[in-house]
Each structure stands twice: as structure tokens, then as C-alpha cells.
């Protein structure tokens, strides 16, 4: 749902479990987010973003895709 997400995630080396912690969240509750079962709040977008990948935008960061198409 957020490839560009995952594949900052993957050249950084960050794992699900490092936004789990960022965020006070289970790793199964990242895992709904990040494949689109759930939504990301306002705050956690940026709690990322700020975190994590602070030279990013948020525009690029949480771009989604269709997956029904």
C-alpha cells in the first residue's frame, strides 16, 4: 500500500518493529497500516516521517498504490 514507505524502510534497514516502537503500537496494529487493513493518524504520519526520515516528504513518503486495479 505505501511502496515508497517499504522501500525506505528496506534501504535504510528499518524494520516494522522500529515504527511499532516509535509509534507505542503492536507490530501486528504497523502491519494493518502499512498494508492498508487500517489508517495511519495525522500524528503517526508525521511521528514517521519526523523519526525516521526526516529528509523525505511526506508526499513521497506515504504515496499509496491501488491494489484493486
Same mark, same amino acid.
Do not use: C
Given at each position: 500500500?505505501?511502496? /515508497?514507505?517499504? #522501500? @525506505?524502510? #528496506?534501504?535504510?534497514?528499518?524494520?516494522? /518493529?522500529?515504527? #511499532? @516502537?516509535?509509534?507505542?503500537?503492536?507490530?501486528?496494529? +504497523?502491519? /494493518?497500516?502499512? /498494508?492498508? =487493513?487500517?489508517?495511519?493518524?495525522? &500524528? @503517526?504520519?508525521? =511521528?514517521?516521517?519526523?523519526?525516521?526520515?526526516?529528509?523525505?516528504?511526506?508526499?513521497?513518503?506515504?504515496?499509496? +498504490?491501488?491494489? &484493486? #486495479?
Amino acid at each position: 500500500m505505501f511502496p /515508497n514507505l517499504k #522501500a @525506505e524502510m #528496506a534501504r535504510t534497514g528499518k524494520k516494522y /518493529n522500529d515504527i #511499532a @516502537e516509535i509509534l507505542g503500537i503492536s507490530y501486528d496494529s +504497523v502491519m /494493518n497500516k502499512i /498494508n492498508g =487493513k487500517t489508517e495511519f493518524t495525522r &500524528s @503517526e504520519i508525521f =511521528k514517521i516521517r519526523d523519526t525516521l526520515f526526516p529528509d523525505l516528504s511526506l508526499e513521497y513518503l506515504f504515496k499509496t +498504490v491501488d491494489q &484493486s #486495479a
